[in-house]
């Protein structure tokens, strides 16, 4: 069977007729896995720093305002530098 076979590319009504996972790939795949339930353990953590433990209860918490609103702060910094120093908004 060759690339593009039509027999591998077809859905299968059953999960053990498809085609067995690579094995170069599962052991970075268990890893991963590891690493994944590693983190989820952690979510619930209490935050280490006492400053934001009000707002930031968590790790988790933590983790998502970092990436969903750390960025924001910073360009509302920028905007008001920006007023100050007669230029425009953004």
Known sequence: MGFGDPQESSPKQQFSETA???PTHSPS?????????????RWSETTPLEAV???LPTLGDCFVFVMAAHEN??????SAWR?????GRV
Do not use: I, K, S, W
């Not at 795949?29 to 353990?41: I, K, N, P, T």
């Not at 702060?73 to 920028?78: A, E, I, K, N």
């Not at 007023?83 to 230029?87: C, K, L, T």
């Open 20 to 22: 067995t996972q690579n």
């Open 29 to 41: 795949e268990a890893a991963h896995a590891a690493r994944v339930l590693l983190l989820e353990a």
């Open 53 to 55: 433990r009000g707002f």
């Open 73 to 78: 702060l910073h360009l509302g910094q920028v």
């Open 83 to 87: 007023r100050v120093q007669g230029m």
